[in-house]
């Protein structure tokens, strides 16, 4: 609290007229009035360097918490991954390019930038990103299935079958049915179907509840004649999922081949009002009006 000497001085210098002293003593009472002032004005200077000195204390530094670049790309690449798990690809590569910069010598983030240039359609700069991925971590199982997949979709099926089989020979892989479900995409790619359902049937002996791979039997089911087995797999699927274009466009031509008319028209009738402007929609009105 900062004083102030005027208003002091003031209060004490308006005492009551009654208690003033008389010619008596008054010249006591001056000398007792100037020690009086003398002792107030040292007090009111000793308070007053008192409150300039607390006033110019230096604050003690605070200790530092400033996170590590180190952090900060593991921050951006966890948030990144998960608006790219979304589908929020623009704020995904915002966080990833952020984390990219922090720590360039991180293979999980090169990884996440490759599926994000993928999705983007920028296949040169995913494919810059799984190379620098693999020579930063050769022993990446994650990895070595999103590039084997990306080059298997690229046609480059023979290095993309390569890395999708050493990723399932990897002895800490403990999700073998993705690279396997992408051996069988790549099989199917190539025309050659025996092999794709081998492989969709192995990663379905590991997992008996993965949805593409279930999927995918369905159709090769259908096609090889095997309706009731493909009805089984599309009943497997819904366990799991929920109907896609192709679940549904399968389930209907083979409804029609076993000879079950309503189960067929429900699957028609769910087609049109879940996928209305897909292509499966459309034949289906071209058969109607036909």
């Known amino acids: 609290m900062r004083f102030n000497s005027g208003q002091l001085l003031a209060h004490t210098s308006t005492a009551n007229p009654q208690n003033a002293p008389d010619d ?12 009086f002032k003398r002792q107030s004005v040292v007090s009111l200077m000793i308070i007053s360097m008192c409150v300039v000195l607390s006033a110019c204390t230096v604050p003690k530094k605070k200790t530092s918490t400033k996170a590590s670049p180190t952090n900060l790309a593991e ?28 720590d360039d010598n991180n293979p999980e983030i090169h990884n996440a930038l490759a599926v ?19 020579e930063q971590d050769t022993e990446n199982f994650g990895t070595l299935n999103n590039y084997g ?18 990723a399932v020979d990897m ?25 794709a359902e081998k492989s969709f049937r192995r990663a379905l002996q590991v997992n008996p509840k ?11 089911s259908f096609s090889n004649g095997k309706y009731m087995s493909a ?3 599309l009943e497997r699927y819904l366990e799991v999922a929920q109907h896609t274009e192709q679940s549904l466009w399968t389930a209907i031509q ?12 429900n699957y028609i009738q769910l087609l049109l009002t879940k996928f209305p402007a897909s292509s499966s929609a459309d034949k289906i009105r071209l058969m109607t009006h036909n």
Not at 24 to 35: D, E, F, G, I, L
Not at 116 to 134: E, F, W
Not at 184 to 192: E, P
């Open 24 to 35: 008596a003593c008054s010249t006591v009472a001056s000398k007792r009035w100037r020690v």
């Open 75 to 102: 921050l951006n690449l966890q948030m990144g991954a998960r608006y790219l798990e979304l589908g929020m690809l623009d704020v995904a590569k915002e966080k990833l390019e952020t984390a990219v910069a922090y």
């Open 116 to 134: 994000l240039y993928q999705r983007l359609k920028r296949d040169d700069l995913a494919r810059t990103h799984y190379q620098q991925a693999i």
């Open 149 to 166: 997949r990306f080059l298997c979709q690229a046609l480059d099926y023979e290095e993309g079958l390569k890395l999708l089989k050493n």
């Open 171 to 195: 002895p800490l892989n403990n999700r073998k049915w993705f690279a396997l479900t992408n051996i069988g995409l790549c099989y199917k790619g190539q025309l050659k179907v025996r092999e």
């Open 210 to 220: 993965y949805s593409p791979a279930l999927l995918e039997m369905q159709l090769i």
């Open 231 to 233: 009805r089984a797999f």
């Open 254 to 265: 083979t409804e029609r081949a076993l000879g079950n008319q309503a189960f067929a028209e």
